[in-house]
């Protein structure tokens, strides 16, 4: 049977178009093995999920250039590589930062990969990682100012990091630093600001927002002039947050994933983890062959060539939500 052009077409690019974005957050099953899955918010159905042996997963980052997400493992786990085809784990060498203990990640342009560094005693710092060479790039210390690095998020705007203090019920700033210098821009200070995890900055910088655990509430603040103001509250020792290309804000919440309108911070919905739930969270496109069930093009012509438009139109529109930067 001779297809249509235009049906040929729209099997073409539904076929070859990458998946949306996937959410990624990992449990900890016990003290050395846990899993990271792969969860399609659109769908809230769970894509992959990759059994690691790797102790107290913290921050994940997507590599947007390779097949890879990263995983930092604190308390001395150090830093390793998760091919998502494959599902291999492999260690990443970190030399010369000691103590190395990484907890937040996150890419800036390119392959810089910026990892918070929660060396104990104060002060902590920030490492710039340079992911094609394996180099140690720079160490930011941002004067001594950070207690504990529990979060740092990268401005998709501007590129400058916001990194955040895990003051142990103590406030602690919150401090935006140029990239390349570590020169501190900006420090935030307010009472809120006590036991403070993740960062993430919104739509446009006009706002960064972190998790406070013992208040169980998410914070924005002011990028400009530090005003500080709950966002949302009524959750359960929040951690990592991090924005969906459909611009909701998805939080930890205890052994669950809190889905907040990510303009007036209403609950909008809650995915279950399970127990060992996520401490910090990342999205980023699986790469292709990372999910083995592929549509037959028998099944696809079943669903007519309107469902194939629907599809085709879902795919280009999540694409372009994800290069504005949501």
Known sequence: MRLPSVLTAALVLALASPADAALFYARQLTTANGEIVAFDTDTNTVLRTYAVAIPDIDGLARDPLSDNLFVASSNGGGLFRLNLVTGAVSAVPVAGVSPFNPSALAFGPGQDLFIANQTAPAPASVVRFDVPTGLVENVFTAGGVLRTSAGLAVDPTTGNLFVSSLGLGVPAP??????????????????????????????????????????????????????????????????????????????????????????????????????????????????????AAVPEPASLMAAGIGGL???????????ATAAAGR
């Not at 907040?260 to 699986?286: H, K, Q, W």
């Not at 438009?309 to 694409?319: I, P």
């Open 174 to 291: 919150v401090v935006q630093l140029n990239p390349n210098t570590g020169a501190v821009l900006q420090t935030y200070t307010s009472p809120l600001l006590g036991n403070v995890f993740a960062v993430a900055v919104g739509d446009g910088g006009v706002e960064f927002f972190t998790t406070n655990f013992s208040g169980g509430t998410v914070l924005a603040v002011n990028v400009a002039n530090g005003s500080t103001r709950v966002f949302a509250s009524g959750l359960t020792s929040p951690t990592g947050l991090a924005f969906g290309p459909d611009g909701n804000l998805y939080v930890t919440s205890g052994n669950a994933i809190a889905v907040l309108n990510g303009t007036s911070g209403a609950r909008v919905g809650t995915i279950p983890v399970g127990t060992g739930g996520p401490e910090y969270l990342a999205f980023g496109d699986l790469p292709p062959g990372a999910v």
């Open 309 to 319: 438009t629907l599809l085709v139109a879902r795919r280009v529109r999540g694409r």
